[in-house]
């Protein structure tokens, strides 16, 4: 998973309670994503992030928030959680803009009860 | 507006057969269009990559095509293997705009002995 890691990888949490989850890369990339994946849907991008401190919203941002810190970690904050928002949430980087190749990490399993 | 269609949303194929996705895009201004494979469980990985000049761009037993003219794109897979049962998901890229990745639904392939 070119050296992406994701935690948790799964997580179970009652409505309206903070989610935290965490992004980590080793290669350096400058940019960093947030998708959500659903059944029925493609991947839909939360957030991304083009630098230290540095992000944008995607096309289904709402009831999110992200941060970015260090070239290394990007992480997603559902500051009160949905059952709307149970998914699978993938990180994924790149070295260059939006249109170039992205890796992606294993994946977090957001079960919203 | 932006959309990728993906078809068919699934597919059964004997070991050792051939097989063939489809994906056609309205995306515009077009940059460039991915074919991702996406084992259950994991994130997706890139196959291959086209520009607009691109017609035919080959990865081992993958071969995707590209008519720019009626944007439709083609993952061909040769001689399937198990190994192969997958998630297959087309990615296009806009030039500029507020969305400028467009994910497909993808296809899922499922090979079988």
Known sequence: DAGITQSPRHKVTETGTPVTLRCHQTENHRYMYWYRQDPGHGLRLIHYSYGVKDTDKGEVSDGYSVSRSKTEDFLLTLESATSSQTSVYFCAIGLAGVSDTQYFGPGTRLTVL | ?113
């Open chain 2, 1 to 113: 507006k932006n959309q990728v269609e993906q078809s068919p949303q699934s597919l059964i194929i004997l070991e050792g057969k051939n097989c063939t996705l489809q994906c056609n895009y309205t995306v515009s201004p077009f940059s460039n269009l991915r074919w991702y494979k996406q084992d259950t469980g994991r994130g997706p990985v890139s196959l291959t990559i086209m520009t607009f000049s691109e017609n035919t761009k080959s990865n081992g037993r993958y071969t995707a095509t590209l008519d720019a003219d009626t944007k439709q794109s083609s993952l061909h897979i040769t001689a399937s293997q198990l190994s192969d049962s997958a998630s297959y998901i087309c990615v296009v890229s806009a030039q500029s705009g507020n969305t400028p990745l467009v994910f497909g639904k993808g296809t899922r392939l499922s090979v079988i002995a």
